[in-house]
Structure formats: C-alpha cells, structure tokens
Nanobody, 125 residues
Framework: VQLQASGGGLVQAGGSLRLSCVASERISSSDDMAWFRQYPGKEREFVAATRRNTGTTYYADSVKGRFTISRDNARNTVYLQMNSLKPEDTAVYYC???????????????????WGQGTLVTVSS
C-alpha cells in the first residue's frame, strides 16, 4: 500500500488546515490509521489515530481539542483537521496505517509498517 499525504502549507497562528492521506489500495475498517509528526532533528511523534473496527480516536495531549482525525473508507482516505494552530505545530506530518497490532501500541511509531511521504505544516506567529 502506498500512502500519499497532502494539505500542508503555511498558515498563521490560530488558523486551520486539513491534511489528507490517500491510500493506493482499499482501506478497510480493519486498518488502524494514524498521523505522526516530526520536528527537525527530533524523533517522529504520535499525533492522532483511529482504531480499526471501532473507529475510536486517540490524540496526543498537545493536540487534544484542536485536531480531529477521521476516515473515509470509501475514498481510501484519512484526514487530520487541524484547528487553532500554534507555531509549535510546525512539523512534517506523516500518515501511517497498520492492519495488525494491539491497542496499547497504537501510539508507537515502530508499530506501523506503511507510511506516507510527509507533508510540511508551517505555522507563523
């Protein structure tokens, strides 16, 4: 499966962006889907995920209440709606999917085998 992320760009603090991640193959309700981000020189970190089958969502504390992850299986797409953006949200954002894995690892970078190429989000102050 290839993942194509898009929607990044430059936005002022307080603004909004919506990231999209389209899969080359059918996404089923049996896939966990997630967004991560990476700051320059830092390790990739968890942002948000949606659990397979249940659709339950999970968020990093730093984005809770501001970001929303959603999925459209019919369009093979996962979204990340980002509101009230802050300069510290500036990073490269990556989407990822996995078909197996226990719930406790849903936030772990190493637990995902399929990744998109990343899209840059820049928030100016």
């Amino acid at each position: 499966v290839q993942l194509q992320a898009s929607g990044g760009g430059l936005v002022q603090a307080g603004g909004s962006l919506r990231l999209s991640c389209v899969a080359s193959e059918r996404i089923s309700s049996s896939d966990d889907m997630a967004w991560f981000r990476q700051y320059p020189g830092k390790e990739r970190e968890f942002v948000a995920a949606t659990r397979r089958n249940t659709g339950t969502t999970y968020y990093a504390d730093s984005v809770k209440g501001r970001f929303t992850i959603s999925r459209d299986n019919a369009r093979n797409t996962v979204y990340l709606q980002m509101n009230s953006l802050k300069p510290e949200d500036t990073a490269v954002y990556y989407c990822a999917t996995r078909r197996t894995g226990i719930l406790s690892t849903i936030r772990d970078v190493a637990a995902y085998s399929r990744w998109g190429q990343g899209t840059l989000v820049t928030v100016s102050s």
